[in-house]
C-alpha cells in the first residue's frame, strides 16, 4: 500500500508542477486552487509513504517520478525542447527510479501471507 501511496503521490507531483504554468504566478484563481489542492494531497501522500517506506529511497523516487514527468509533460504540452540530451538525462532519472525500487528492502510484514501458507503446509 506504501508503494501505491508513493505512486499516487508522485503523479500528483506532476499535477500541481505543470498545474503552475496555468497559474500565471499564483494570480489566477482556480488554477491556483487546484494546484494548491494537489499539492497537498501530494504531500499528505507522499507522508503516509514514509510512515513504512525509507525516507531518502521515497523522497527521491516521487522527486524523480515528478520530474521526469513534468520534463515529459513540458515536451509534450508545452513544446519545450526535445533534445536528444535532455531525452537521455529524463532516461537516466527514469533508470534511476527503477533501481531504487528495485533495491528497496522489503517492507515488514510483506511476507506474512505467504509464511502463514508455509506454516499451514507443515
Do not use: D, H
Amino acid at each position: 500500500m506504501a508503494w501505491i501511496c508513493l505512486l499516487i503521490a508522485a503523479l500528483f507531483e506532476v499535477i500541481w508542477a505543470v498545474g503552475l504554468k496555468s497559474t500565471a504566478g499564483l494570480t489566477r484563481l482556480w488554477p491556483s486552487v487546484f494546484t494548491v489542492l494537489a499539492s497537498i494531497v501530494s504531500f499528505v501522500l507522499l507522508a503516509q509513504a514514509t510512515k513504512t517506506l525509507p525516507v531518502g529511497t521515497s523522497y527521491a523516487i516521487w522527486t524523480g517520478i515528478g520530474a521526469a514527468g513534468t520534463a515529459a509533460l513540458g515536451i509534450l504540452w508545452f513544446g519545450e525542447s526535445a533534445s536528444l540530451a535532455r531525452l537521455i538525462c529524463i532516461a537516466l532519472i527514469v533508470i534511476g527510479v527503477v533501481g531504487l525500487k528495485l533495491s528497496a528492502p522489503a517492507l515488514p510484514g510483506a511476507n506474512a501471507e505467504a509464511e502463514t501458507i508455509e506454516a499451514g503446509s507443515e
